[in-house]
């Protein structure tokens, strides 16, 4: 059984940094995509970024420049580093992993079997 666990999240203000953790269990992390995706009171689900297993990474124009996923292999973790975090950053962010390997990230939520509980983030002067 595929374990996906969120922390990290917060309030902070506007400009400010967080780091996300998704700590994964129940598979071989290596070989699967991870991603974050985020939803807003109101909005649609969104895919933030996401990683493969030899590092290839895609994001979100709207964090491009701003946000860093990572990955470390050896601790089955992935990690979503936010700077200039915006009020319209706000959210809650969720990490998931789809059943099967791909070569690409997929965009599309559909295509993610596996989802954490969800980390607040709220970013508020």
């Known amino acids: 059984q595929v374990q996906l666990v969120e922390s990290g999240g917060g309030l902070v203000q506007p400009g400010g940094s967080l780091r996300l953790s998704c700590a994964a269990s129940g598979r071989t992390f290596s070989d699967y995509v991870m991603a974050w995706f985020r939803q807003a009171p109101g909005k649609q689900q969104e895919f933030v970024a996401g990683?493969?297993?030899?590092?290839?990474?895609k994001y979100a124009d709207s964090v491009k420049g701003r946000f860093t996923i990572s990955r470390d292999n050896a601790k089955n973790t992935v990690y979503l580093q936010m700077n200039m975090l915006q009020p319209e950053d706000t959210a809650v962010y969720y990490c998931?992993?789809?059943?099967?390997?791909?070569?690409?990230?997929?965009?599309?939520?559909?295509?993610?079997?596996?989802w954490g509980q969800g980390t607040q983030v709220t970013v508020s002067s």
């Open positions: 990683i493969n297993g030899s590092g290839t990474t």
């Open positions: 998931a992993a789809p059943r099967s390997p791909y070569n690409y990230i997929p965009l599309a939520a559909s295509v993610y079997t596996y």
